[in-house]
T-cell receptor, first 113, second 115 residues
């Protein structure tokens, strides 16, 4: 499975846009990119998933360049409740080998007033 | 959306006892479920992959006789921590896959404290 690298932590003020970039240089052709959010003492929650270009849902946007060696999770106008750890996972869907199962260290986002 | 229910949310037990944690997919059939453990301020570590009707696949370093996994139906997987010791105290999280999608649905986790 592709290894991912993310910043350990980020700080932001309320109302700002936050962009978290994840590097996955050895991503394979069949790998999808998935982002999860985790609050303390809770299980992770799916945020967004993409394969290439841009994906947007009601929560976030995911930007993936043509080479797919990185991806950026964009959270528009963050609030205090967005303070959490964000994980980027890369996995193989076609081989059905467990998808993206290996969580890296994640990015701890702190949003302050 | 898909809901994964995990019980109990918190358990305290004495050293040497066994603890069972249940993971249920409430509105979908999960052919595959995954068990993780997470220590404070650390990331999730995959323990095992559980497939309905077959033996679980354990990650390297995870004792299969210590962490018994049973996936008897398409909606239920259980993790039993046998002869628990204080070092087994951790946050255990299950997740399930619908099979045709790459994203995982997670339970709310179980905080195990062994005295």
């Amino acid at each position: 499975l592709a290894k991912t690298t993310q910043p350990i932590s980020m700080d932001s003020y309320e109302g700002q846009e936050v962009n978290i970039t994840c590097s996955h240089n050895n991503i394979a052709t069949n790998d999808y990119i998935t982002w999860y959010q985790q609050f303390p003492s809770q299980g992770p929650r799916f945020i967004i998933q993409g394969y290439k270009t841009k994906v947007t849902n009601e929560v976030a946007s995911l930007f993936i360049p043509a080479d797919r060696k990185s991806s950026t999770l964009s959270l528009p106008r963050v609030s205090l409740s967005d303070t959490a750890v964000y994980y980027c996972l890369v996995g193989d869907a076609v081989r059905n080998s467990g998808y993206a199962l290996n969580f890296g260290k994640g990015t701890s986002l702190l949003v302050t007033p | 959306g898909a809901v994964v229910s995990q019980h109990p949310s918190r358990v305290i037990c004495k050293s040497g006892t066994s603890v069972k944690i249940e993971c249920r997919s409430l509105d979908f059939q999960a052919t595959t479920m995954f068990w993780y453990r997470q220590f404070p301020k650390q990331s999730l570590m995959l323990m095992a992959t559980s497939n309905e009707g077959s033996k679980a696949t354990y990650e390297q370093g995870v004792e299969k006789d210590k962490f018994l996994i049973n996936h008897a139906s398409l909606t239920l997987s259980t993790l039993t921590v046998t002869s628990a010791h204080p070092e087994d105290s951790s946050f255990y999280i299950c997740s399930a896959s619908k099979g045709d999608m790459e994203k995982l649905f997670f339970g709310s986790g179980t905080q195990l404290s062994v005295l």
